[in-house]
């Protein structure tokens, strides 16, 4: 029997059909930034969550809608042969941070080289390119494996429907590549693992001039914990603390009886997630009067550069150099979906999507120039 010979991926030719579609590549990822989709907004977010799918139909894929209760709506397609050895996930999201409206003062417009608008980097651009690149195979003949493209609804406030989901899916694939937006021009071989803590202070209020002894500050005990907490970062380990918000007390004569703080924990370790959580766990007030509540955990463990991610990223900067630009690597302290997939043992390589900046700001964009190579690499990469 005649072994296969697994033939070479026709980078150019991609990066030409990459151009070709370079119009209605930008044509549907303005169409997605305009159907605005806050998380905490699930009928915008299901009306996005149907463009695409709507999309993935007209493209041959086989859709399913996973309805949710609470939050968006979740989308899966698969392209190409069914089953078979060497499955790959194409993972993102279509939630943003930004409320309903937020186009009138961000409008949807190209300008200065430039595609701005409210979620067009994180990540809707990223959306447009994996479909547009899945096109492109389907029309060459070149999709040989089967591509899952899960698109989350619910992302940017921790993917608590969707993380069951992207886990299970990971399970059935070889490799995930993660669709959020560069680092620059790097794509993303580690990200930060994410904590959130909530903690309460409960004191005893008194009158400030009348019965000063009879109370017990709540503020003041919350500033001996911020201090505890904030002592934690050891940045050599990439491990950081951060109390972001904090609040307590009610009047300036009146002895503080409540008190609070919220605290943003990064990980860079999977081993240090259970060891911050025993130690939010065991902290205590060190007034006896005050009682401390905490609440939370770890939400996201940490992306850890494996021996199979660096497999996926020398692939990438090898297709990278085909189409003619280096695809350098890079760590960050943000975490994504990719976090889910990586912890469970699945190669996985991030930062797949758009180049631009300001995600999250007011003037997010992407950089025009890049959408056509990168999504002839993100084919080279599903057609390998």
């Known amino acids: 029997m005649m072994e296969r010979v697994e033939m070479p991926v026709p980078m150019r030719a991609l990066l030409a059909g990459a151009r070709?579609?370079?119009?209605?590549?930008?044509?549907l990822t303005r169409k997605l930034v305009l159907a605005e989709s806050p998380s905490d907004d699930k009928a915008a977010v299901d009306a996005c969550v149907e463009l695409?799918?709507?999309?993935?139909?007209?493209?041959?894929?086989?859709?399913?809608?996973?309805?949710?209760?609470?939050?968006?709506?979740?989308?899966?397609?698969?392209?190409?042969?069914?089953?078979?050895?060497?499955?790959?996930?194409?993972?993102?999201?279509?939630?943003?941070?930004?409320?309903?409206?937020?186009?009138?003062?961000?409008?949807?417009?190209?300008?200065?080289?430039r595609l701005w608008g409210p979620g067009v980097l994180d990540m809707k651009a990223g959306a447009a390119m994996a479909l547009t690149a899945l096109e492109m195979l389907t029309e060459a003949g070149l999709l040989e494996r089967e591509v899952?493209?899960?698109?989350?609804?619910?992302?940017?406030?921790?993917?608590?429907?969707?993380?069951?989901?992207?886990?299970?899916?990971?399970?059935?694939?070889?490799?995930?590549?993660?669709?959020?937006?560069?680092?620059?021009?790097?794509?993303k071989t580690a990200r930060k693992g994410t904590g959130n803590w909530r903690i309460d202070i409960r004191g005893v209020?008194?009158?400030?001039?009348?019965?000063?002894?009879?109370?017990a500050s709540a503020i003041r005990e919350l500033a001996r914990v911020v201090e505890t907490v904030s002592g934690w970062t050891d940045l050599k380990r990439g491990l950081t603390v951060t109390v972001g918000v904090a609040g307590g007390g009610s009047k300036t004569n009146v002895i503080p009886a409540s008190a609070w703080a919220e605290v943003d924990v990064r990980i860079a370790r999977k081993a240090d997630g259970p060891r911050m959580e025993r130690r939010f766990a065991a902290l205590k007030a060190a007034d006896k009067r005050c009682s401390l509540t905490v609440a939370g955990g770890i939400n996201r463990p940490p992306m850890e550069r494996?021996?199979?991610?660096?497999?996926?990223?020398?692939?990438?900067?090898?297709?990278?150099?085909?189409?003619?630009?280096?695809?350098?690597e890079a760590a960050t302290g943000g975490a994504s979906d990719g976090n889910f997939t990586a912890a469970l043992g699945v190669a996985t390589l991030d930062g797949l999507g758009a180049?631009?900046?300001?995600?999250?700001?007011?003037?997010?964009?992407?950089?025009?120039?890049?959408?056509a190579p990168r999504t002839a690499l993100l084919a080279g990469l599903l057609a390998g």
């Not at 493209?149 to 993917?159: A, H, I, M, R, T």
């Not at 494996?306 to 350098?328: K, N, P, Q």
């Open 20 to 27: 070709r579609k370079e119009q209605a590549l930008l044509d």
């Open 52 to 113: 695409a799918a709507a999309r993935a139909g007209e493209l041959g894929g086989r859709v399913k809608v996973h309805k949710q209760k609470q939050f968006g709506n979740v989308l899966e397609a698969r392209f190409g042969p069914r089953g078979g050895t060497g499955r790959v996930l194409l993972l993102g999201h279509l939630d943003t941070v930004w409320p309903l409206g937020t186009l009138k003062s961000m409008p949807c417009r190209v300008g200065d080289g």
């Open 148 to 187: 899952v493209l899960l698109l989350n609804s619910e992302e940017e406030v921790g993917s608590p429907v969707s993380r069951p989901i992207t886990e299970r899916l990971a399970g059935e694939c070889s490799a995930v590549y993660v669709l959020e937006p560069a680092q620059g021009l790097a794509c």
């Open 205 to 215: 209020a008194a009158h400030a001039g009348v019965d000063f002894e009879k109370g």
């Open 306 to 328: 494996t021996r199979g991610t660096v497999e996926l990223y020398r692939r990438a900067r090898a297709l990278a150099a085909e189409l003619g630009f280096v695809l350098d």
């Open 355 to 371: 180049v631009g900046e300001g995600a999250h700001a007011s003037h997010e964009s992407v950089v025009l120039e890049y959408l």
